[in-house]
């Protein structure tokens, strides 16, 4: 999913050499579609999971585009999210969004942890599940230190998570649900 045709030209260039470099047979169904989220027309319940990968940020209407990603996902279906936070008060994280909005025309929005989970809640999503992010790798002497103690981007800080578009039936995804059945 882009807005812009010249980028969708590059995807397609990439995505054809790596098919090829790679040697990939048969090559996946791939469509790209030329839309802003908001304004994607698809039928409702067409994908079993969405991915905003450093993305969301640009979404020019926040509100329109999750509800966009509730309605698209088949019930049971999950959304995930991952990109950094704003954190109010960081003065110089603020300069360089306002310096790569000018420099390059682009929406960066970044959204606090809180507002974020506020959004999922209101427009439908449950089991919001955040996570640290963790890269490079990690001795083997030090395997039983608590991962938290290794994030590169801890998920307080960050906005990486996954939720769920209920299936409005009684499924296993809540740890604290209890079954009415009896034996």
Sequence with gaps: LEPAADMIAIAEERLSGFLRNHK????PAVRFHQASLEDLDL???TFDGILCRASLHHVVDEEAGLAQCHRL???GG?????EGAWIPG????EALLDEEMREYGTLEN???TEYLDHLLERHGFGNVERYHGVF???PARQGDVAVRTFAACPAEFNNTLT?????????TSGTDARTAAEI
């Design 24 to 27: 990939v047979e048969p090559a």
């Design 43 to 45: 039928e409702d319940g």
């Design 73 to 75: 996902l088949k019930p």
């Design 78 to 82: 999950v959304l995930g999210i991952s």
């Design 90 to 93: 960081l003065r110089a994280a």
């Design 110 to 112: 970044p959204f606090t």
């Design 136 to 138: 490079g790798l990690v």
């Design 163 to 171: 939720a769920r578009k209920p299936l409005r039936l009684p499924d």
